[in-house]
């Protein structure tokens, strides 16, 4: 006797909130609203689909990439300075133009060459109303008017010192300048005056009594040999004598310039700059003088584990700083220097580490970024999150955020990454090669862009600018396309997962589907459903577009003479049949549309038993 089985409606598959990719478990086990690959659509606030922002190119240099970008305000002006091709340029942003060439920026004054700077990646960073450039081989400045090599400061290396020498010794020499400034005490009786240094540089020697300026061969001379200055008139008793020389160590100011990074970071406020990545002290940070970027004092520096592997990052966390190396983390915790209170010259602070992790590191160098106050760092193929499960601040766990992504970045090089915390849209990207990574930690979804590659970026006011090969592109929403106007299309494709209705026994059919998207000027979607029996090659795709009256873009073959824009549902009517597994596919390759997916709802009945 046959046995029939009724057919039946499975409940519904309604999909409002969009979840972004996931990667990390099969085609048939990712939530619904989830996507197994696809790029160029973000995860908005409230969870829906939006097409990416299109980038235009906002200065075009030429042949070669910009090997340095900052924004921000100096000498009252805000300004994007950039380093491409050994030179450095001003660029006024308050300036209205739609002008892209390097050459006509100039001419029109839009743009200023600042100086030269060696062709290698520089890190730019400010303190103290100061624009600082360091590459690995340069230390320059620029403060809005003047650009130049750092002039280091001259440290008091000894206090109130007789005539004969010694004193209380104070500052410690500047690595990166050969300048030192000894102070002495009349006797009334003596006008030779022995410096703490021998063997003095060529350069002249300066020097005040009670504040009146003497002149080298005129009021004193100089036996730089023995490092001896001897007066004409000799000074009073207990007058203040003051007196600068030059003594270049060879290698000293090396220490400092060949490091490339840097980081501004002190005990409760910014006050040190700290830097690290030379490539002959790979361990190695240095930091400066309180509020001072111009002193590097000779002692004040970190070995950080063993020389086999370099630092990578230093990064804030609380009142503590994390040492990422290629092979583990370190944490600082300042300390009170056990020597200040008997010398004021000296740092105030030691920075001395201990172990936190020493398995986990990070491997894209300058590249670990602050989210919500905690590092993400790039060790082996994932990307990790240090935060503290505990509230205290010394117990920090490296969790995984990226399995999502994980079978993308897998076969990557992390080392290669650009990275950039989007504050705006609270999106991490991970730029590697030609595709971005995207954590948007505001709602905890992830995504991929495609046509995007950095090597590094800006935030200029909210709006995204990131520099490349030869040009700096402008990166908005009222861009739809690449490059230029009705230009490379951007082309995103989406594949959720295969869903079962929750009835794997049945093979269903589906002849009734509402896909909802928000009405624009110019906006579609096309969907295709794939079965397990029939694939992408086979099956069709159902388009859904919406054009309003904007006589801003007017296309009289496009009038609709549509005006509502409220949520527009649209009624696909595929009919798809005999499946048990099913997946929705999304797609729009254009290049003058916008695109929000709001809702999409899928309704099937059962037809029997799957085979």
């Known amino acids: 006797m046959a046995t029939f089985t009724p057919r039946k ?334 010398n004021t010259g000296l740092n105030p602070y030691d920075y001395g580490y201990q172990g936190l992790d020493d398995s986990i590191g990070n491997k894209a160098p300058n590249m670990v970024q602050l989210v919500g106050g905690n590092p993400v760092s790039l060790d082996g193929v994932s990307l990790r999150h240090w935060v503290s499960t505990t509230g205290v601040k010394n117990e920090v766990e490296p969790n995984i955020i990226s399995d999502r992504l994980q079978l993308s970045l897998e076969s990557l090089n992390l080392e290669t990454a650009v990275t950039f915390d989007y504050e705006k849209k609270k999106e991490l990207w991970v730029n590697i090669d030609n595709t971005v990574y995207i954590w948007n930690y505001g709602n905890d979804t992830m995504y991929k862009y495609d046509n995007i590659q950095a090597v590094g970026y800006l935030d200029v006011n909210g709006e995204l600018y990131y520099s490349g090969s030869g040009t700096v592109e402008h990166v908005s929403s009222d861009y739809l396309a690449d490059g230029a106007e009705l230009g490379t299309n951007i082309a995103l494709k989406l594949y959720g997962g295969f869903l079962d209705f929750n009835s794997l026994q049945y093979r269903k059919m589906m002849a009734n589907e509402w896909l909802s998207i928000r009405p624009d000027t110019r906006t579609s979607v096309e969907i295709m459903f794939i079965t397990d029996r029939k694939n992408e090659d086979v099956s069709k795709w159902y388009e859904v577009e919406y054009k309003l009256i904007d006589f801003a873009d007017i296309d009289f073959d496009d009038f609709s003479f549509l005006t509502n824009r409220s949520a527009q549902v649209n009624r696909i009517k595929g009919k798809i049949k005999k499946f048990t597994y099913i997946q929705w596919v999304l797609r729009n390759d254009t290049n003058d549309e916008t695109l929000v997916v709001l809702k999409l709802l899928m309704q099937a009945q059962t037809q029997g038993y799957s085979r």
């Open 9 to 342: 409606k499975p409940s519904p598959i309604k999909i409002d909130r969009f979840l972004g990719i996931n990667e990390a478990v099969g085609d048939t086990e990712v939530s619904v609203g989830e996507w197994i690959s696809g790029f160029n659509a973000r995860v908005t606030k409230d969870y829906k689909i939006e097409k990416r922002p299109g980038h235009y190119t906002y200065i075009n240099f030429g042949v070669g990439d910009v090997q340095g970008q900052w924004f921000g305000t100096i000498g009252g002006t805000q300004a994007m300075i950039l380093c491409w091709n050994g030179n450095v340029y001003e660029y006024d942003t308050d300036v209205v133009t739609t002008t892209t060439a390097i050459a006509t920026l100039i001419s029109e004054g839009t743009v200023t060459i600042l100086g030269t700077i060696t062709d290698a990646k520089t890190n730019i960073f400010w303190f103290e109303d100061i624009v600082y450039f360091i590459n690995g081989t340069d230390y320059k400045q620029y403060n809005g008017t003047t650009y130049a090599d750092v002039v280091g400061y001259v440290p008091t290396v000894a206090l109130s010192a007789p005539p004969s020498g010694g004193g209380t010794l104070f500052e410690e020499i500047n690595l990166i300048s050969g300048y030192k400034t000894q102070t002495f005490v009349g006797n009334g009786s003596s006008a030779l005056y022995q410096l703490a240094e021998a063997t003095l540089d060529a350069t002249l020697v300066t020097a005040t009594v009670n504040g009146v300026a003497q002149v080298e061969t005129v009021d004193f001379t100089v036996n730089r040999t023995l490092g001896q200055v001897t007066f004409v008139v000799v000074p009073p008793n207990l007058a203040t004598v003051s007196i600068t020389w030059n003594k270049v160590e060879s290698g000293n100011a090396d220490l400092i310039k060949n490091h490339k990074y840097s980081l501004v970071f002190g005990v409760n406020a910014d006050t040190n700059i700290f830097l690290y990545g030379n490539v002959n002290e790979r361990n190695v940070f240095r930091f400066s003088g309180i509020g001072d970027a111009t002193y590097f004092p000779t002692n004040s520096f970190v070995g950080v584990g063993s020389t086999e592997f370099a630092i990578t990052s230093l990064v804030p966390q609380y009142q503590s700083l994390l040492v990422f190396k290629y092979d583990s983390t370190k944490l600082v915790n300042p300390t009170v220097n056990a020597n200040y209170s008997a």
